[in-house]
């Protein structure tokens, strides 16, 4: 199956920025639609971003849309979320997911793959 892992966290002030990477296992990388959710303490996970298949189609929550964006490299195996401007609200568990449904989907229980998820803290 699908293996996904997160990496690129950290500890940045408001208003600064990072980028989180999620490389995949497999051949079938292209096939799936990539999502990255976030997960704060006492919290559901939250949908945050999402992109189809070859990129064209992405999907933001209001919370974070014109802040961050996604992306993916599918000859690498990759999809990556640049965080610019970011917040204390933004901090969580930012968790990288892979689905197989035909359109981009906004739903934990529409990905099936998940990844062991990577910690993004935003002081004030």
Do not use: H
């Amino acid at each position: 199956q699908v293996q996904l892992v997160e990496s690129g966290g950290g500890l940045v002030q408001a208003g600064g920025s990072l980028r989180l990477s999620c490389a995949a296992s497999g051949r079938t990388f292209s096939r799936y639609v990539m999502g990255w959710f976030r997960q704060a303490p006492g919290k559901e996970r939250e949908f945050v971003a999402a992109s189809g298949r070859n990129g064209a189609s992405t999907s933001y929550a209001d919370s974070v849309k014109g802040r961050f964006t996604i992306s993916r490299d599918n000859a690498k195996n990759t999809v990556y979320l640049q965080m610019n401007s970011l917040k204390p609200m933004d901090t969580a568990v930012y968790y990288c997911a892979a689905s197989q449904a035909l359109v981009v989907p906004t739903t934990p229980g529409r990905y099936d793959y998940w990844g062991q998820g990577t910690q993004v803290t935003v002081s004030s």
